[in-house]
């Protein structure tokens, strides 16, 4: 547990003015995935001014290096890692502005504002020097929303050593603590027929039906769905097959030669993606044998599944920092959304967590966090430092 005196000095130090300021600075630059090279120098630049030691990082990434502080107590004991990314969203650049103890623009609620909270706690770790021991590192890069990242300098980060022995991320949720996350991988299945779209008095009678076997796909789907639903986990929900798009023909009577389909599969046991992917491939195959079609098959895992223990000690140290702010532990619950920390989970092995302000409108032009949120958020993760690297 954190003492009291601790929870107090920590409290008073997370300056609200100082963490707003912070985030207007990184919200005033626009940085559309793939150019964080602006926000990066400015958040550098912040950091130094604070006097924390700063690292660049090119973790695959030259434009934008990563923005790196190691926080050492001089003490030995766990390493706290806070990850953020500086990217956003290409949506209009929307500046920010606040209003009625709201702060709104783009990349208020993802997660700027978060970013902001994160620096606020190494300040306020520093100013009270209640870091007993261990160390936090601050990661934050760009290459992160998709599809126009590629999450590459997530990978060269790990792969250069930047990681902690558990991770939190600062992404806009708040309501429970994600213990868990599915998988997912998005398919495309191509069916084929030989020959041209042609009118459809004049097509041959054993013409095979692409549109006709991509109903018969989607059936067969639905079907697979329901038998891997018995795959199940507390937090995670269960796997699933779902179809989101269907595509073919131009016009009412004419027999098209190519039919689209495009969904996602999502698993709750980590490493299933081959496995998963196996299933679909399967049933393709035997589809495109019965219908005289070609079908292909295009997999793209996103994410593998994660899952961290109830009795980890960063699940502790967490509760204890929320439970200290907030008057009560977080129930846990699942990520219903695929962030850095799946990349971290598979990668590098490490526990992580989820957790930001309870912000809004994240992926559109009305993004909105309350003040209020970013400095509780600032105090429960020095807190949970404090509770976490001591050991
Ligand atoms: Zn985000």
């Given at each position: 547990m954190v003492s009291e005196t601790i929870v107090k000095d920590i409290s008073r130090a997370v300056d609200r003015d100082r963490l707003l300021s912070t985030a207007i600075d990184l919200i005033s630059i626009p940085s559309p995935t793939r150019s964080a090279d602006k926000i990066s120098n400015r958040l550098s630049e912040i950091l130094q001014n604070d006097g924390f030691a700063v690292e660049r990082v090119e973790a695959n990434w030259p434009k934008a290096p990563a923005v790196v502080v190691r926080f050492e107590s001089g003490k030995r004991g766990r390493t706290l890692q806070f990850d953020g990314h500086l990217d956003t969203v290409h949506l209009p650049y929307v500046p920010p502005r606040i209003d009625n103890g709201i702060l709104r623009g783009l990349?208020?609620?993802?997660?700027k504002g978060g970013i902001a909270a994160c620096v606020e706690a190494l300040r306020a770790l520093r100013e009270t020097r209640a870091l007993p021991a261990g160390e936090v590192l601050f990661t934050a890069h760009d290459h992160h929303e998709g599809p126009w990242g590629d999450k590459r300098q997530i990978k060269g980060l790990i792969d250069a050593g930047y990681v902690g022995d558990a991770v939190l991320f600062p992404e806009y949720?708040?309501?429970?603590?994600?213990?868990a996350g599915r998988g997912m991988a998005i398919f495309q299945m191509t069916i084929h027929r030989t020959g041209e779209a042609i009118h459809e008095v004049l097509r041959p009678a054993d013409l095979p039906d692409v549109l006709g076997t991509g109903a018969k796909l989607i059936g067969q789907l639905g079907a697979l769905g329901k038998q891997i639903s018995a795959n199940a986990h507390p937090y995670m929900g269960n796997d699933s097959v779902f179809v989101g798009q269907i595509s073919s023909g131009e016009i009412y009577n004419q027999s098209p030669a190519q039919c689209h389909i495009q969904g996602t599969r999502r698993w709750v046991q980590p490493g299933y993606a081959p496995a998963a992917r196996a299933e679909l491939e399967t049933l393709v195959e035997r589809l495109a044998e019965t219908s005289n079609t070609q079908i292909d098959l295009n997999w793209q895992t996103r994410a593998d599944a994660f899952s961290v223990a109830e009795t980890d000690p960063i699940v502790l140290a967490f509760q204890n920092a929320h439970r200290a702010i907030a008057g009560h532990p977080l129930p846990f619950g699942d990520k219903p959304f695929v962030d850095d920390g799946n990349r971290y989970a598979a990668l590098a092995d490490v526990p992580v967590l989820t957790h930001g302000p309870?912000?809004?409108?994240?992926?559109?032009?009305?993004e909105w966090v309350p003040l209020d949120e970013l400095v509780r958020v600032a105090r429960v993760y020095a807190l949970t430092a404090i509770g976490y690297c001591n050991c």
């Open positions: 990349g208020a609620a993802d997660m949720l708040s309501n429970r603590l994600p213990l309870n912000a809004r409108g994240a992926h559109t032009t009305d």
